[in-house]
């Protein structure tokens, strides 16, 4: 039986859109960034950065209250969760099956943190996988080389350089069962809907609650501007850190590594290495300790009948991953 990940070896040569296939404009996002799509690239990585940047001397004074602090906190993790059991362990992975609602709010969810349209994500992310830190891997910090510099480029490059790529993905090899979704074809091609919205649900709220502009304007700087930098600079440290160093405690084919103190903030994710030993397992931090809120969630969507066959890791299944004279307690599946 074919899963969403097997489709990534039976598809067609890049560039290909099949017959009867929908244009990529169906998905937004082709095989290649036009200069607009650049400009707005660039000014959505650069204005958050500098919000994020401007935001301790913002707080010294009295530009933030609790509800700023609530309304960040509550939009960070509704994004970031979105991404990681939405657009990573759900769609990317087949980690667990969902019903309707969830399987388009997960993709909504993702949609909004800002990290750009569901098919193009999901695409690059089973590359990243098929290619994992050699030849073709579209962001691995080792594709410069080994040396200090060589590296201190590459974490660049995987951080935020590859972003700007020209060369993209090509989405009908790498993400046809998605493509062929409707409902996630349009929210795929919906993607500025989704940003608008959650860039503007944090001044909505500050506005309203303290009826005030100045509310509006500081719940807009936290919730959304600030939210967004951190989110972006989380999910691209996956890419680029967890790639350079960390515990490997696991045998993969690649540089993957855990990096402990991105585990709340990355919302599980960084526990990568078990992740590239075993990608479609729901669970990622599945040693003793690990903290893995996405896993906990499936395990709620799970007990309320939205999400079934959950790929939950057992003992035997992580026993047979391990490296040699590596040995800890394995806590149990979510």
Request: net charge positive; with cysteine.
């Amino acid at each position: 039986m074919t899963t969403q990940t097997d489709v990534i070896t039976e598809s067609r040569e890049p560039g290909s859109s099949g017959q009867g296939s929908p244009p990529p404009s169906a998905t937004r996002g082709g095989e290649s960034k036009r200069s607009i799509e650049q400009i707005s690239l660039l000014l959505f990585i650069c204005i958050p950065f500098v919000a994020l940047a401007a935001a301790v001397p913002l707080a010294w004074g009295r530009g933030l209250s609790w509800l700023d602090v609530g309304l960040m906190v509550g939009m960070y993790f509704l994004g970031c969760h979105g991404i990681t059991i939405g657009f990573h362990r759900h769609f990317t992975h087949g980690s667990f099956k969902a019903n309707r609602p969830l399987k388009v709010a997960l993709a909504i969810a993702g949609s909004m943190a800002v990290e750009g349209p569901i098919v193009r994500w999901v695409a690059d992310h089973r590359r990243h996988h098929k290619f994992s830190d050699a030849e073709g891997d579209p962001h691995s910090p080792w594709r410069y080389g080994e040396t200090l510099p060589a590296l201190m480029k590459g974490l660049w490059w995987a951080h935020m350089g590859w972003l700007f790529d020209e060369e993209q993905t090509p989405q009908q090899k790498y993400a046809p069962d998605l493509i062929k979704d409707p409902a996630i074809r349009r929210v795929s091609r919906d993607f500025w809907l989704w940003t608008a919205i959650s860039l503007l649900i944090p001044p909505l709220v500050g506005g309203l609650a303290t009826m005030s502009w100045y509310g509006a304007f500081t719940a807009f700087f936290w919730g959304s501007l600030v939210r967004v930098a951190l989110l972006h600079h989380v999910t691209w440290s996956i890419n680029s850190i967890c790639h350079a160093v960390g515990k490997r405690p696991f045998k993969s084919r690649d540089r993957s590594g855990n990096v402990w103190w991105l585990a709340v903030l990355s919302c599980g994710e960084s526990w990568h290495n078990l992740h590239h030993a075993d990608p479609t397992s729901a669970r990622h931090g599945v040693l003793r300790g690990q903290i893995d809120s996405s896993a906990r969630l499936i395990r709620w969507f799970e007990l309320a009948g939205w999400a079934t066959d959950v790929r939950w890791p057992d003992a035997a299944r992580i026993e047979s991953r391990r490296q040699e004279n590596n040995r800890q307690d394995v806590d149990e599946a979510a």
